[in-house]
């Protein structure tokens, strides 16, 4: 009903009133460029609340003057409520994150269990959004990487609603591919060296990492927007013109989460074509056996 709406409408406000002041109080204020970062924020929030104002004005002056009309005005004042309480999160992770304040709660993650959970997880709304989902693991079924549960979800969660907001309307495609990083040793020898004691001179490496690949078939970034998709509060043109929801702070999230991590993150896209992102994890090498040399390149 629109009472509950009202109800859930302020309770949204409230909590982003009290998410804007932490972030005011702690982030916003240690940043070098404010100003930049002040204009942006106070843009992308001017939008909806423009607005919630004018179609309030609307059911208070009585130019909405029948109940399903109210409703209407109530139901646009939800979303853009909603908008908010988006940017006002993302914000509040970002700066939580950048200040080192997100407690990490490292532990040793089954690779292969996490991932199938998370893919159940996404699956039913992918589905419902005619979104095909792949999902390739060519890793061991035992790896473990060493992650923070949740943290790590963020991540994922992040891309893959991405690879869903800027996707063409039709035949949306989404693969996910892990493997095993490549391991180059310059010292093994092209034929097999064995110790006195019969073991390998020059045992075969175990890779350290696994490389996440996020694929989609969606819009594709243009080749001058690539180098910038991972800084905070950047929106390609094609996205800040569209009404396609977001802070900028999606993938600048992304980055920092991985890099804590002691991963890396990619992204390799073609304009009309689609885009993958790709990221590495490490292993937990105590429970996988162990990589024995340290000078992995990857
Ligand atoms: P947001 O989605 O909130 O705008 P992000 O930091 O997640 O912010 O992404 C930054 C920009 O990178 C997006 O605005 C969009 O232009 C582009 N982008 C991100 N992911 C994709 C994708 N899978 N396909 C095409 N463009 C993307």
Partial sequence: ???????????????MRIHLKEIVNKGIQSEDNTREIMSSISHDLKTPITAIKGYTEGILDGVADTPDKQKKYLQTIYAKANDMTYLIDEL??????????LPYNFISVNLENYFTDCIDEFSLDLESQNFHLDYINDTDKNTQIIADPEQLKRVINNLISNAVKYSKKENGHITI???????????????????????????????EYIQIQIEDNGLGIAKKDLPHIFDRFFRADTSRNSSKRGSGLGLAIVKMIISDH????????????????????????KNNGGAYEQDIDH
């Fill in 1 to 15: 009903t629109s009472q509950d709406e009202i109800g859930q409408l302020r309770k949204d406000l409230e909590q």
């Fill in 92 to 101: 509040s992770v970002y700066s939580k994150v950048e200040q080192n304040s």
């Fill in 177 to 207: 591919h892990i493997k095993d990083v490549p391991v180059q040793n310059s010292k093994q020898p092209l034929y097999r060296q064995i110790n006195e004691d019969g073991t390998d001179k020059f045992p075969t490496i175990r890779p």
């Fill in 262 to 285: 002691g991963g890396k993150v990619w992204v390799d896209s073609t304009e009309g074509i689609g885009s993958c992102f790709y990221f590495t994890l490490r292993k937990d090498t």
